[in-house]
C-alpha cells in the first residue's frame, strides 16, 4: 500500500472562490479524518468519517466546509466562499477501528487563499 | 474536554544526548491511547510510540521510549543518542474509548539537535 495520498498538495485561491480536496485512504482503513493545521500549531480535528457515514464534526467546521465520502472510499472536502483565515495546511487521516489503531497522515494539501 | 499540554515550544539538545519532550494530558475517561508523532520541516506526520492507559509498562520503539506516569497525566517522550535527523516538531496527542475516536493534539516541541 502506498499510504494515504492527498491532491493537490497545494492551492493558491483567490478570497470567496470554492476549493476541493481530495483524499485516498489506505484501502482496509474504514476510518477517515480530516484535520486542520495551521503554523506552529497543532492538527485541529475537523470531521471523521466510518465507512461513508460522517459520524462526528468538530464546531470549527463552519457551514461553508462540507465532506464526503461516498462508498466508504476516497473523500473530499469542500470550502466554499473561502476567506483569508482559511488558510492552512489541510490533513487527511485514516485507520482501523481500535484505541490504539495507528492513524496515518497524508502529506496534506497547503491552502492559500489571497 | 479532553486536552493535551505541551509546554515547551522549543529544545535544544546536543547530538548523541538524550532529551525528554513533556506532554500532559486531562481526561476522566479510564481508558485512553497516548500517540507521539514526528513532523519533520517535509510536513508528514511520522508516528513514533504508542502507549495504553492500561499498559503496564512504558512503552519503547528504538530510540523513543514513553515515560508515563498515570497518576500525574504525563506521557513525557524521550529519545536516546540524538541525531541530527531528530530534528523536527513533535506532537503528543490523545485518543479516547468510545464514540470520539479522533486524535487530539497538543501545540508540539520543536527540537533541534546541535552537532
Known amino acids: 500500500d502506498t499510504g494515504v495520498s492527498q491532491n493537490p498538495r497545494h492551492k493558491i485561491t483567490k478570497r470567496g472562490q470554492n476549493v476541493t480536496f481530495r483524499c485516498d485512504p489506505i484501502?482496509?482503513?474504514?476510518?477517515l479524518y480530516w484535520y486542520r493545521q495551521t503554523l506552529g500549531q497543532g492538527p485541529e480535528f475537523l470531521t471523521y468519517?466510518?465507512?461513508?457515514?460522517?459520524?462526528?464534526k468538530s464546531r470549527l467546521l463552519s457551514d461553508r466546509f462540507s465532506a464526503e465520502r461516498p462508498k466508504g472510499s476516497f473523500s473530499t472536502l469542500e470550502i466554499q466562499r473561502t476567506e483569508q483565515g482559511d488558510s492552512a495546511m489541510y490533513l487527511c487521516?485514516?485507520?482501523?477501528?481500535?484505541?490504539?489503531?495507528?492513524?496515518?497522515f497524508g502529506p496534506g494539501t497547503r491552502l492559500t487563499v489571497t | 474536554a479532553q486536552k493535551i499540554t505541551q509546554t515547551q515550544p522549543g529544545m535544544f539538545v546536543q547530538e548523541k544526548e538524550a532529551v525528554t519532550l513533556d506532554c500532559t494530558y486531562d481526561t476522566s475517561d479510564p481508558s485512553y491511547g497516548l500517540f507521539w508523532y514526528k513532523q519533520p520541516s517535509s510536513g508528514e506526520m511520522i508516528f513514533l510510540i504508542y502507549?495504553?492507559?492500561?499498559?503496564?509498562q512504558n512503552a519503547t520503539e528504538g530510540r523513543y521510549s514513553l515515560n508515563f506516569q498515570k497518576a500525574r497525566k504525563s506521557a513525557n517522550l524521550v529519545i536516546s543518542a540524538s541525531q541530527l535527523g531528530d530534528s523536527a516538531m513533535y506532537f503528543c496527542?490523545?485518543?479516547?474509548?468510545?464514540?470520539?475516536?479522533?486524535?487530539?493534539f497538543g501545540s508540539g516541541t520543536q527540537l533541534t539537535v546541535l552537532p
Open positions: 496527542a490523545m485518543r479516547k474509548s468510545g464514540s470520539a475516536r479522533q486524535l487530539t
Open positions: 484501502s482496509e482503513h474504514n476510518r
Open positions: 502507549q495504553g492507559s492500561y499498559d503496564q
Open positions: 468519517f466510518q465507512n461513508e457515514a460522517q459520524l462526528e
Open positions: 487521516a485514516s485507520s482501523q477501528e481500535g484505541l490504539a489503531a495507528l492513524t496515518d
